[in-house]
């Protein structure tokens, strides 16, 4: 949600004699009214053995941020990844160019191994390939990722559009791997219209939900 104000200079704090510090019963503080912003949700796609989800409407200039939620995304291939592209207003194909970064946390069920490292297979340097928020997702039964990805004023026609996403997956090795990805669409033209996939076979079930911030 958004933080659209908060009265800090009301939050008055004094040192008393023992040198601790305590708030000030003047303070106002984070009160009900500082906080604003909310979720709009705007469309809801769920899979079924789907080669693709696609948002094809909906994104626009009325927000200036918009929130991909993905719920258990299982792939029919073992080890995939899943990813994302765009397509600038009035173009085909999702192939934007793309700059981006990748890195990853990971612990094995058998508490064998754990590690933090950066990711070379899943950054992009001006390419237009579909962006990976995940990798190596297993198809077992119980296997899926889940997460978010945040798009930034997509209908800037000033701007590149900037994106950031957090994802944790059941890898097929039986590994919680949680991502974290960002960087932007190197374009000046609105996008207007996001995909998602696994990089081959389907997505046999899942949910994303895309909302507007206000």
């Not at 909310?38 to 941020?65: G, P, Q, R």
């Not at 990971?106 to 995940?134: K, R």
Request: proline share 2%.
């Amino acid at each position: 949600m958004a933080l659209s104000k908060v009265d800090y200079n009301s939050l008055n704090v004094t040192p008393t004699a023992s040198k601790a510090l305590k708030w000030n019963s003047s303070a106002d503080g984070f009160e009900a009214g500082d906080l604003g912003g909310s979720l709009v949700l705007l469309a809801t796609e769920t899979a079924s053995s789907s080669a693709t989800i696609s948002f094809t409407s909906d994104i626009d200039s009325t927000y200036k941020e918009y929130i991909f939620k993905f719920i258990n995304i299982h792939p029919s291939a073992d080890g995939e990844f899943f990813s994302f592209q765009g397509n600038a207003a009035g173009g085909s194909g999702y192939n934007e160019t793309i700059t981006s970064s990748q890195f990853r946390a990971q612990h094995d069920e058998g508490d064998t191994t754990g590690s933090v490292d950066y990711q070379t297979n899943g950054d992009q340097a001006q390419g237009t390939g579909f962006q990976p928020l995940g990798r190596t997702v297993g198809n077992g039964n119980d296997e899926c990722i889940s997460g978010m990805l945040h798009l930034f004023d997509p209908s800037s026609t000033t701007f590149v559009k900037n994106f950031i996403a957090n994802s944790n997956t059941y890898h097929q090795s039986d590994y919680s791997q949680n991502a974290y990805t960002a960087g932007y669409f190197n374009t000046t033209s609105a996008i207007d219209e996001i995909q998602f996939k696994m990089a081959s076979g389907n997505i046999d079930t899942g949910t994303i939900k895309m909302y507007g911030v206000t």
